[in-house]
């Protein structure tokens, strides 16, 4: 991908199947989105989180409001981009605290959308996809993530995904 990166971590689920702040919960004594941020910043420009305000990094709210799933984060992402220079941005969610690092690197050797195929929430996204994904957003009543990656031609890439966590019990990485 050519161009500045912004790396945006999607935050803003109720987390309903986990039973609480999913993104907060303790793995290894940190919260979960922290591992998350300190796996995407090195590969990244600048980062944000998506949905959520946390610690000193950049907030961006889901857009065009909140409760619209993972694509409202994607949109904001976008949209911030777009208006500030920013070539593509890559998406992770907040709850996949173990992420190898040969899967920003795929990501980052794509010339156009991409992401994972087990876990399409994880991509590179070029910015001159932020006015059809605003009226994605608007219109479509499943706002599936699946479903607008293949609309804009996102290659599905066939890297393992990482542990997605979305109950307590999905892993054993959980501190109590």
Known sequence: MTGKLLGAVIAGGRSSRFGSDKAIAPIDGRPMIEHVVAAL????????????????????????????????GFNAALRYAAANGFGAVITMPCDTPRVDPEVFAALRRQTGPACLSDCPVIGVWPVTLAAGLNSFVVTDPRRSVRGWARLVGAVELPIPAPLNINYVTDSALLDD
């Open 41 to 72: 910043r090195p590969w990244v420009d600048e980062l944000a989180i998506c949905g959520r305000a946390y610690g000193e990094n950049r907030f961006l709210p889901d857009c065009p409001k909140e409760g619209l799933g993972p694509l409202a």
